[in-house]
C-alpha cells in the first residue's frame, strides 16, 4: 500500500525560517529609520516579500521572520501583508523579535542564535524540514526543488549557491565541490576566494539559504550554543563544522530559478548598497527587464494600499504631464510634470515644470514646480522645493546629499531641511 504522505510535496513539512534583522549600514541613510529587508524595491514591494513569495508559492505554509534592527516598520508591514496564513489550515506565520527567550540580557548574537532562541516554537510546530532564508535579496526560486535535493541526497545540509566573479565573492561564504557537489571546503566571507576548479574568475558563493532536518538543525545549534569560542553564525560557525564533520552539498541556483519567458537568465541581486539599490529598480524600466514582477505564475505578494490610479494632467507646452519607460504606481498623480526612466512609489506628486529622469522615489514625496532630479534615491515622504536641481552639480550635490562614488544622490527630509538654515 502506498504511502500518500511520502508523495506529497516536501514543503508541506517544511517551516520557512527568514532572517529578516540586518542593519544594511551600506544603504546609508535609507535604513536609518528601518532594516535593510524593510526597504522599498520595485515600486510595491518591499525586499523581505521575495523570500516570503518564494516560500509560499513553493508551498510553505509555516514561516517564521526573525527581527532585530530598527524593526518597527518591518514588523508593521508583515503584519498587514502576511496575515492571510491560518492555524485552521495548519498555517502558521511568526513575527519573532529578538525578546531575550534565552536570557534576559541577550539579543540575537548571530544568524544561528536568532533560529536558536526560537527553537521551542519551531519544535512545537514540529515541521521535519527547515530551510533558512535571508530577508534581503531580490530574486525568484522554487524551493520545493532544493528541499527534493536534500532528501534525495541524504545530506545534513543542502547550500544555495550561485557563480559570481571571483573577487565580488569576498562578501559571500564560498566552498569547494566535488564532482557530485558535495561541499568539501567552505569559508566565510576570504578576502582571496578560492575559484572554481578550471575557472580561475568565477567562484561558487552561498546564497544565505540552508535546507535542514529540523531535528539535526537543533542539534547542531544546541552544540553550537555551548561553545563559549563560536559567534552563533550559520556561515561562521555552523556550516563549517557540518562540512568537516558531516555531509553538506551545494544545490546551484540554476536547477530552482523561477523564470518567466521574458526572462533572460536567472535573476538574483543583492541590493545592499545605493548604487546597487538604485540600478536594480531603474533596471524594472527596461522593454524587457531581466526581473518580470508582471509573472502571475509567480506573484510577489506583499501589502498594498488601497488606492486610486495614477493620474497625468495637464497639456500645453512645457506642462505636460508625461512618463516614458517609467513604473508609476497608485495615487500617483504627474501634474504638468515628466518622468523618463523612473520608478515611483505609491502617493508621489510631481508638481508643474518638474523633470525627473533615472529617479527612483519612495512613496509619499511631493516634487514642487520648476526641480530637475536626475540619477537620484528619494527618500519616503520627502519634500522637494520649487526649483531644486539634483544630479547635474556633482560638487554640489556631494556638499547637500549623499551622493556615490558613481553619481547616484540619495536625499531625505533632514538633508533637504539643511538646505534651508
Known amino acids: 500500500m502506498t504511502n500518500n504522505r511520502h508523495m506529497a510535496p516536501i ?64 514588523i508593521r508591514h508583515l503584519h498587514r501583508g502576511w496575515n492571510f496564513l491560518r492555524p485552521g489550515r495548519n498555517e502558521s506565520f511568526d513575527v519573532l523579535p529578538a525578546s531575550q527567550r534565552v536570557s534576559e540580557d541577550q539579543w540575537y548574537a548571530g544568524t544561528a542564535d536568532a533560529v536558536y532562541q526560537n527553537l521551542d516554537i519551531i519544535e512545537a510546530y514540529g515541521p521535519q524540514y527547515m530551510i533558512i532564508l535571508a530577508g534581503d535579496h531580490v530574486y525568484k526560486m522554487d524551493y520545493e526543488i532544493m528541499l527534493q535535493q536534500h532528501v534525495d541526497t541524504g545530506a545534513d545540509v543542502t547550500i544555495g549557491c550561485l557563480e559570481v566573479p571571483r573577487m565580488e565573492a569576498r562578501g559571500f561564504g564560498v566552498m569547494h565541490v566535488d564532482d557530485k557537489g558535495r ?58 563544522h557540518i562540512v568537516r564533520h ?13 523564470r518567466s519567458s521574458n526572462e533572460p537568465g536567472a535573476y538574483w541581486r543583492d541590493v545592499g548598497t ?50 516614458v519607460s517609467s513604473l508609476v504606481s497608485g495615487d500617483c498623480i504627474i501634474s504638468g510634470g515628466s518622468l523618463r526612466r523612473s520608478l515611483l512609489f505609491t502617493g508621489v506628486r510631481v508638481r508643474s515644470y518638474s523633470s525627473l529622469d533615472h529617479a527612483v522615489v519612495l512613496p509619499g514625496v511631493t516634487v514642487s514646480r520648476h526641480a530637475r532630479i536626475s540619477h537620484a534615491v528619494i527618500d519616503r515622504g520627502v519634500h522637494i522645493p520649487e526649483g531644486l536641481v539634483i544630479g547635474e552639480d556633482p560638487e554640489l550635490d556631494a556638499q547637500r546629499f549623499r551622493r556615490t562614488a558613481s553619481g547616484i544622490c540619495l536625499v531625505t527630509q533632514p538633508m533637504i531641511d539643511r538646505l534651508s538654515l
Open 246 to 258: 558531516g555531509t553538506a552539498y551545494a544545490h546551484s541556483f540554476n536547477r530552482s530559478v523561477v
Open 11 to 74: 514543503s508541506r513539512d517544511t517551516m520557512a525560517y527568514v532572517l529578516a534583522g540586518g542593519r544594511g549600514s551600506r544603504l546609508m541613510e535609507l535604513t536609518d529609520s528601518r532594516a535593510k529587508p524593510a526597504v522599498y524595491f520595485g515600486g510595491k514591494s518591499r525586499i523581505i516579500d521575495f523570500a516570503l513569495s518564494n516560500a509560499v508559492n513553493s508551498g510553505i505554509r509555516r514561516i517564521g521572520v526573525a527581527t532585530q534592527y530598527k524593526a518597527h516598520s518591518l
Open 274 to 323: 545605493v548604487d546597487a539599490y538604485w540600478q536594480a529598480n531603474i533596471d524594472l524600466t527596461d522593454v524587457v527587464p531581466q526581473l518580470d514582477i508582471y509573472d502571475r505564475d509567480w506573484p510577489i505578494w506583499t501589502y498594498a494600499d488601497v488606492t486610486p490610479p495614477a493620474k497625468f494632467v495637464h497639456d500645453e507646452d512645457g506642462r505636460r504631464g508625461s512618463a
Open 183 to 240: 561541499v568539501t571546503d567552505f569559508i566565510e566571507k576570504p578576502e582571496d576566494p578560492p575559484a572554481i576548479p578550471g575557472r580561475p574568475d568565477t567562484a561558487l558563493a552561498s546564497m544565505g539559504i540552508y535546507v535542514f532536518s529540523t531535528k539535526l538543525m537543533a542539534d547542531q545549534l544546541r552544540r553550537d550554543a555551548s561553545d563559549p569560542k563560536s559567534s552563533r553564525d550559520f556561515g561562521k560557525d555552523i556550516i563549517p
